[in-house]
């Protein structure tokens, strides 16, 4: 195979920074170590093949194997601790007050990875209603741009390092040991998060309702300025008035583009 030269490379990642909005022009190392093994193994001469057979799929399902390769889904549960008992100390209590007439919850966790962040907080709002949960419509929408990932999240198998940091009585009342290794999220609790698909870059976001909370925490680190403040507008337009939106501790939003208001590290508000 022909080494990728510098017209390919910034066509390539052109590409995916205007498909998924995902900057990769200054890690070229990392692209040609995630792609030239499997270019390579698939009988592709160069990088120019590769990328047309990408475009020539109109099934999607090479782009989707590209972004798989090319992007990175670390995570793990209880990450950014501080956020979870803000939500839990203070967003579910405003939440039940407010919403206590519809007794409806409107959450999306975006860029959900393997799922660790989703079962995170469907397990925090099954502690907090207890009984009183199953009056309550809480489910959880998780998205994510890769299949691969939504595959593991579905399943809900961690390993028991994975999960080790989670109090004890959640690996006891959420969890069922699966293998010597590994145990898996119990059904009540998956069912409590839908898993979808969805790219943030899409123009127009579909959802009928507004969300009280959307989670998209370090996801736009990876996307350039603008495309980071068209993506926050669009989350202001699909969140109710007092609803919240957590980014990454290490992000943070252009205050002079955003109408969202400042609460604490990494959480704002809508008024």
Known sequence: MKPITDQEFNQLVNYIRMKYGVDLFYKKTLVLGRL??????NNFKSFS????????DHTGAAASVLINKVTTNHTFFMREPEHFDYFRQRILPQLE???????????????C???EEPFTLAMIISEYFGVRKGLWDTHILATDIS?????AAVAGIYSHERIALLP???????????DEENSMIIDKIKKEVIYKKFNLMEEIFPFRRKFHVIFCRNVMIYFDANTRDELVYKFY???EPGGYLFIGQSESLNREATK????????????
Not at 168 to 178: H, L, T
């Open 168 to 178: 004890e009585k959640w690996k006891k009342n959420y969890f069922v040991r699966v």
């Open 97 to 111: 007050s407010t919403e206590a007439k519809k007794m409806d919850l409107r959450i999306w966790s975006a860029g």
């Open 260 to 271: 969202f208001k400042y609460v604490m590290p990494a959480v704002y508000r809508k008024d």
């Open 113 to 115: 990875s393997t799922g």
């Open 237 to 239: 337009q699909c969140i």
């Open 36 to 41: 030239q093994n499997y270019i390579a193994q």
């Open 49 to 56: 093949a590769y990328y047309d057979f990408v475009l020539s």
């Open 147 to 151: 299949t691969k990932v939504l595959q």
